[in-house]
């Protein structure tokens, strides 16, 4: 009888032993994110980017985007995340900030853009005709001189 009693307490050390060394995870369908592009075309794959919780200082997650410029992650607490992203292209730096209103039940409830990226067209438009009318002006002012 102790011969089958050590046996099984030599079976139950192996396998705690091996479940200790192990590697476990678990596949949910939560969580939050958001594709970062330079246009549509081109994504803002491998930028360096950072995720602030609500009042956080230090951030709470770190990391590059993947090959199609996805940031992905887990809030645990409601309020408005901030991710940054730093970005390098063939054109120079670009950052984002983009801010994300995380409600009770942890899924997204609203996303803020800058003015700028939701107002890039006319932006663009006032700014060439601006171009356009100092061209214009500093031409006229040519012919009278």
Do not use: C
């Not at 590059?64 to 408005?80: E, H, I, Q, Y």
């Not at 120079?92 to 003015?115: R, T, W």
């Not at 890039?120 to 500093?138: D, E, H, P, Q, V």
């Amino acid at each position: 009888m102790s011969k089958i009693l050590y046996a099984i307490m030599l079976v139950l050390l192996i396998y705690s032993g091996a479940q200790a060394h192990s590697i476990h995870y678990q596949v949910e369908n939560k969580g939050i994110s958001a594709r970062i592009f330079y246009s549509a075309n081109d994504p803002a794959s491998y930028s360096g980017y950072e995720i602030f919780g609500p009042g956080d200082k230090i951030p709470h997650q770190k990391g590059r985007t993947d090959k199609n410029g996805f940031v992905s992650f887990l809030p645990d607490r409601a309020g408005t995340w901030i991710i940054k992203v730093f970005g390098e292209s063939d054109h120079g730096y670009h950052g984002a900030q983009i801010e994300v209103n995380v409600d009770e039940g942890m899924f997204m409830e609203s996303f803020k853009k800058p003015l700028a990226a939701t107002h890039t067209k006319l932006i663009i438009g006032i700014g060439l005709m601006g171009w356009i009318f100092g061209a214009m002006a500093l031409f006229k002012r040519r012919k009278d001189i």
